[in-house]
């Protein structure tokens, strides 16, 4: 898949584009951009950086980082993406100025997004409009009960599972492996110290199940309170794995919560414990 962040930076051919900011990339988002795929035209994404609510001074906790977005655009089949930098100025844009400087010059044919989509200053732009601007537009009906927001509020709460039905594929946490503390070598359990973006959401505090590709893992999301911790750690321990991971960028299925985190009676009661998540993490089914 070709990324470009600029529109001359793509060809004018004839294009079927989804646009839209795609964070999560849940079904509704694949259904927009499947019905682009379906349309006939080069498919195309056009979407936006940062979040256009953190461009104008809103805190989102992010679903997905820009590197994840574009992945899974890629493993949908889309052709080209444009990543339109979203600023003041971008918001400030009338509706016609957008399409005439981002939209026509990479040759929009085929406009396809949400049927509430809306953009331009003020957010006074519609489907209807960019349709009386000349382009064929298809609406795409919303997906009941999936939207980013109720995927923030399930993740929160550690409702693994509904969040992964709303996504269609599990959760997940992308970050790159930092050095830790090592505490989890001295019990038997070495475990690799993900940092994130701060701007990405982290599921609720606990114990998960899951993988890194298609090594399964014991995930430890929190302050590790055995040991009075106060800092949030994300700790993966990749199951019949060796080797080094310093400096490697995992992306890491959540399948299942195992439970809360805790603190032990004695570090043997802990190490116990691990055991027992890890036969689980064995078990687990990755929710589809």
Excluded at 37 to 58: E, S, W
Excluded at 178 to 196: C, H, I, K, Q, Y
Excluded at 205 to 229: D, E, F, M
Aim: aromatic share 6%; charged share 25%; net charge negative.
């Amino acid at each position: 898949m070709n990324v470009a962040y600029s529109p001359a930076d793509l060809s004018a051919d004839a294009r079927a584009v989804a646009i839209g900011t795609f964070d999560g990339v849940h079904r509704g988002h694949r259904r927009v951009i499947d019905a682009a795929l379906a349309a006939g035209p080069t498919p195309t994404v056009v979407t936006f950086d940062p979040h256009p609510r953190i461009a104008l001074g809103n805190q989102v906790e992010l679903l997905t980082t820009l590197e994840r977005r574009l992945e899974l655009f890629e493993a949908l089949g889309v052709a080209d993406t444009l990543v339109i930098e979203f600023t003041p100025d971008t918001a400030r844009l009338e509706p016609e100025e957008f399409v005439d400087s981002v939209l026509r010059p990479i040759g929009t044919q085929v406009l396809v997004a949400g049927e509430n989509f809306r953009f331009g200053r003020a957010r006074t732009g519609d489907l209807d409009l960019l349709a009386m601007l000349g382009l064929d537009v298809r609406p795409v009906p919303l997906v009941e009960h999936v939207s980013s927001t109720q995927l923030r509020h399930l993740l929160r709460a550690g409702e693994i599972e509904r969040a992964a039905a709303l996504l269609g594929r599990p959760p997940e946490l992308d970050g790159t492996v930092v050095t830790g503390d090592a505490r989890g070598g001295t019990l038997g359990f070495p475990t690799a110290n993900l940092s994130v973006d701060p701007q990405l959401l982290v599921p609720a505090y606990g114990i998960y199940a899951g993988a890194v590709g298609k090594t399964r893992a014991a995930i430890s999301i929190g302050t590790n309170p055995h040991y009075g911790g106060d800092e949030r750690r994300i700790e993966a321990f990749l199951l019949d794995f060796e080797g080094d991971l310093y400096g490697r960028r995992l992306v890491v299925e959540l399948w299942k919560r195992l439970r809360g985190e805790r603190a032990f009676e004695s570090e043997q009661d802990l190490i116990d414990q691990i055991a027992l998540d890890v036969d689980e993490t064995r078990s687990a089914e990755r929710p589809t």
